[in-house]
């Protein structure tokens, strides 16, 4: 799974080559103007609500002495929180607003790696592309939310916190990847079988999710150009493993 890990970081290599020769960047408007809009609210409601949940969390210290920092602490654990469930949301939010727009710049990149630049228009339409994002994005956070939970709770005992932000971090990469995978896989796979095969190459879906998740750590720049790069990185790699493992559609070409 390493070795997987480290070829789906490596896809982002030549991207903006690949991006520019293709002239993919004007179909990436929508989605970055959806990642920027995104990324905003969700950056306004943890400021403005870490006050307010600090205060109901700061409820549980009942003593008068120390109750100025428990409450200090409060909001910074609530603006933790906040910031993660936001992250969270952020990407699934955004790739299933996005699936109508990404799902045909993978095609055009698939058809360019594969010499099919003539090949007729396979991906669904705009309602079937975004009901494939939301139904797999819903499942996917669905899924990361159960696995959270426990990582968060593991996280405030002593030593395993450092071992709990690693595996927090690691889990959003890998839904992340998925997300960006599916774009391609959509065109090939059934809801299901997209399902099994991203379990199968889960190190490809955290290598790409592990740059995905440190792109939105750059300030604005890095929340709009996050899901052109990650999405063509993942399309890339998703191809490539496909013609290895023999599950390509060609449709007869």
Do not use: C
Not at 134 to 153: A, G, S, V
């Amino acid at each position: 799974m390493v070795k997987n890990t480290l070829k789906g970081i490596k896809a982002y290599s030549g991207t903006f080559g690949l991006m520019f020769k293709l002239g993919l960047w004007k179909y990436f408007g929508v989605p970055m103007a959806i990642s920027f809009l995104t990324a905003t609210l969700i950056f306004v409601l943890a400021y403005t609500l870490a006050d307010d949940f600090g205060y109901y969390i700061s409820k549980i210290w009942i003593w008068e002495w120390g109750h100025e920092t428990f409450f200090f602490i409060s909001e910074i654990i609530s603006g933790i929180l906040i910031l993660v469930l936001g992250l969270l949301l952020f990407k699934h939010i955004v790739m299933a607003l996005s699936a109508p727009f990404m799902g045909p710049v993978s095609e055009k990149i698939e058809n360019y790696l594969l010499g099919n630049q003539n090949q007729k228009h396979k991906s669904g339409n705009f309602r079937t592309l975004l009901w494939r994002g939301i139904r797999i994005n819903f499942r996917n956070l669905l899924m990361e939310l159960m696995l959270t939970i426990p990582i968060i709770i593991i996280g405030f005992v002593p030593i395993l916190g450092i071992v709990s932000t690693v595996l927090l971090f690691l889990l959003q990469a890998y839904y992340a990847g998925f997300g960006n995978m599916d774009y391609t896989l959509e065109r090939h796979f059934s809801y299901r079988e997209s399902v099994a095969f991203v379990k199968k190459n889960r190190g490809s879906a955290i290598g790409n999710g592990i740059v995905f998740m440190l792109f939105l750590f750059i300030p604005i720049i890095g929340i709009i150009l996050v899901l052109p790069l990650s999405v063509t990185a993942a399309t890339t790699e998703t191809i490539s493993l496909l013609k290895a493992q023999n599950k390509l559609k060609t449709n007869g070409l």
